[in-house]
């Protein structure tokens, strides 16, 4: 049983090393001592991680808990913990500060006065797991016990961690891309068969586990598995049809649909929806999910397409109101009447217990065809297979005419490649360039809209470190409707407010147009944005599929040229 106290010992040396070299060496010096029991939990852990992503566990832990919890095990008014909080600017300081107060008054023993290990990481895993298994009525209750249990466990350098990872912010800086290199460090595994891993079953803790036990040879056996959502094959932009013909040959032109991306399980009756994020939405889509009862004819499937949310006339409506669709959780069968969506299926990844993301796009399509009866819930759109950029441009102006996006221009060859965004699937689409990224703070508004949260602070997205670098600022574009809708989504972010300032647990993604992109010293990214206005907020991005400081760069030197 490895201690709790050995976990909070490697972050504290991570977060005193700046190279990602050195910080791979560390986690993968964690990974080769602890147990396989304890291996999955410490991969997700030092990413700030309970549960893999896809996941239907989830901690549900915000920060107004976590302080009540804090309150409750240190016997400070909750006032004080939020003035600690605003004091210290971490909510990990704030667990060491309020918890020393306690023990200051107390004779007994404590781990906390002692600095006596008594958590293992197993236990602290446990107690999460008891977390997320509660819900209903009192499930607040046991929540904060069970977090009033762990605090009143724990040394202080495990309650600063402990905090941390109870909202799932640990700051260490360790992301997918340090975890990867670990594994394959720990367990002597190619990082490419790590990555490939990775995209098949999106979870880490799992391919960490093959590693240790079977090397790289059960990390190559590593597959799909129904129910448990693969990665998705993302597009690269083209700047004109030409190119793309140019680049590929032949090509398979699609409409690109203005919806929203599911990748849709079938197991007999079982349906399971994951959204782009890979979140499971089933709940929310029960027309989609009787959509693909009725007229799916095929015993266990995987396949992908898009929602569209449309009018009366057929026609895709705002891009809003497909989120509305799928954030919605209780009175489902009222959104379902009101905002009806067509499915457009485009890939088969898996059909009668046979994985298909190996074979070419054609074989699976027609694979596709044969399985869906087309009806006006759900259907297979055309594709066509051209060289003849005149052709392409008569589908791209037909699907903008339609309200869609643009087309995507696809390699008929090529097979599914999980989590890639690479050159054989390309979009074409005449909207400006706009980028995605990460709200990490706000302002309360003045006047009339001091009741609201009003300026948003954004930031890009490192993949090796996880962390998220500030770029800027937006006021503009925002409806009165949308401010107060976003207050509401936000407030349970909220990790410190200092006078007007928040400052924001990264959740929310952002799509925002802007002027230009400039060097700038004021932001941590050494970049700023000139008139960045909002254009929607993009529920289906999760914050790591925010923009990179990489592609910040790229866009910002390609102004120059
Ligand atoms: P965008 O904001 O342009 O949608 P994105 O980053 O969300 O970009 P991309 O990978 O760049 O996603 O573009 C592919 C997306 O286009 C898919 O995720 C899917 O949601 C959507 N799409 C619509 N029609 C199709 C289609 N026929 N084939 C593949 N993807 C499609």
Redesign the pocket.
């Known amino acids: 049983m490895t201690d709790f106290k050995d976990f909070a010992d490697v972050c504290k040396r991570i977060e005193h090393t700046s190279g990602s070299l050195d910080m791979t060496d560390i986690v993968s010096e964690m990974f080769h001592s602890v147990s396989a029991e304890e291996l999955p939990v410490v991969a997700h852990f030092v990413m700030g991680d309970v549960f893999p992503a896809w996941s239907t566990e989830q901690l549900g832990v915000g920060p107004s808990l976590l302080y009540t919890a804090l309150s409750r095990s240190s016997g400070l008014p909750l006032k004080e913990i939020e003035t600690l909080v605003r004091n210290t600017g971490d909510i990990g300081e704030t667990a060491i500060a309020a918890l020393k107060k306690e023990t200051r008054n107390q004779a007994t023993f404590s781990a906390f006065m002692d600095e006596t290990p008594s958590l293992s990481i197993m236990e602290v895993f446990e107690r999460f797991n008891n977390i997320s298994g509660t819900t209903g009525k009192g499930s607040q209750t046991t929540k904060i016990k069970n977090l009033q249990y762990l605090f009143n466990s724990a040394t202080p350098e495990e309650a600063r961690y402990l905090a941390r990872l109870a909202i799932e912010d640990l700051r260490i800086g360790v992301g997918e891309g340090i975890v990867r290199d670990a594994i394959a460090k720990a367990f002597g595994v190619p990082a490419g068969d790590v990555e490939r891993g990775f995209m098949l079953t999106n979870d880490l803790g799992l391919v960490a586990v093959a590693a240790k036990e079977g090397g790289v040879e059960a990390v190559s056996q590593l597959g799909m598995e129904l129910n448990r959502p693969i990665k ?6 083209t700047p004109t049809i030409e190119t793309a013909i140019n680049d590929l040959g032949v090509v398979a032109v ?9 990748q849709i399980h079938k197991d007999g009756d079982n349906i399971n929806i994951f959204s ?1 994020r890979l979140e499971n939405v089933t709940g929310s889509l029960p027309d989609i999910v009787q959509a693909v009862k009725d007229h799916v004819k095929a015993d266990t499937a995987i396949l ?3 929602a569209v949310a449309v009018d009366e006339h057929g026609n895709p409506r705002a891009f809003q109101d497909i989120l509305k669709r799928f954030r919605r959780k209780y009175d489902v069968e009222t959104t379902v009447r009101e905002i009806p969506l067509t499915l ?1 299926l ?2 088969l990844l898996y059909l009668n217990d046979e994985v298909l993301i190996d074979m070419p796009l054609t074989d699976r399509r027609d694979a596709l065809v044969d399985c869906v009866e087309n009806t006006n819930g759900i259907r297979v ?1 055309e ?1 066509v297979l051209t060289k003849d950029p005149e052709k392409v441009n008569e589908i791209y102006s037909a699907a903008l005419a339609a309200g ?5 221009i ?1 390699n008929p060859e090529a097979p599914y490649s999980p989590g890639k ?1 690479g050159k054989n ?1 390309l ?1 074409k ?1 005449p ?1 400006m360039e ?1 980028l ?1 990224l990460v709200v990490v703070g706000a302002e309360w508004g003045y006047g009339r809209r001091a009741n609201l949260i009003g300026s948003y602070a954004l930031a890009c997205f490192d993949p090796d470190t996880g962390d998220f670098l500030p770029i800027g600022k937006v006021a503009t574009g925002f409806s009165d409707e949308q401010l107060a809708e976003l207050t509401d989504l936000l407030s349970d972010l909220i990790v410190v407010e200092s006078g007007r300032d928040i400052e924001l647990k990264p959740e929310v993604v952002f ?1 925002v147009a802007f002027e230009e992109i400039q060097k700038s010293t004021n932001y941590e990214s050494g970049y700023a944005l000139r008139f960045p206005r909002l254009v929607n907020i ?1 529920d ?2 999760s914050p790591e ?1 925010a923009e990179t400081l990489e592609r910040i760069e790229s866009i910002y030197l390609s102004q120059r040229s």
């Open positions: 998705m094959m993302l597009a690269q932009v699609e409409w690109k649909f203005d919806g929203a991306r599911v782009r992908e397409g898009e457009n485009f890939d759109d594709q869609h996006e643009g087309v995507m696809k965004r699937w979009k689409k909207i706009t995605d799509e993009r289906d991005k599929e």
